[in-house]
């Protein structure tokens, strides 16, 4: 089973970009489905986007065409690059890692920040 670890997060004014990084230990990383989810205060955890072992790829629509995810399985690593952030992407970011009918394994969050 994997372990997860995400980083990169922070404050950012609107139209801004940052990087996460969900770094991965154990073996087997490039069999895992893996994803990205946030959590605003008060709402439910959402489907950011997603990388299957394949490399195919899908978005929440609030995020598309601003937002992209790539995986490196020779650093064991799922990042998210984001772009033109708004206010309403504020939201501690969890990274989860899925194989099969497994349960999903998730990191701890990192907090992202839009504001001016």
């Known amino acids: 089973q994997v372990r997860l670890v995400e980083s990169g997060g922070g404050l950012v004014q609107p139209g801004g970009s940052l990087t996460l990084s969900c770094a991965a230990s154990?073996?087997?990383?490039?069999?895992?489905?893996m994803g990205w989810h946030r959590q605003a205060p008060g709402k439910q955890r959402e489907l950011v986007a997603a990388?299957?072992?394949?490399?195919?790829?899908n978005y929440a629509d609030s995020v598309k065409g601003r937002f992209t995810i790539s995986r490196d399985n020779a650093k064991n690593t799922v990042y998210l690059q984001m772009n033109s952030l708004k206010p309403e992407d504020t939201a501690v970011y969890y990274c989860?890692?899925?194989?099969?009918?497994?349960?999903?394994?998730w990191g701890q969050g990192t907090q992202v920040t839009v504001s001016s």
């Open positions: 990388i299957g072992s394949a490399f195919s790829t």
């Open positions: 989860n890692a899925r194989y099969g009918v497994s349960p999903a394994t």
């Open positions: 154990g073996s087997s990383f490039s069999i895992y489905h």
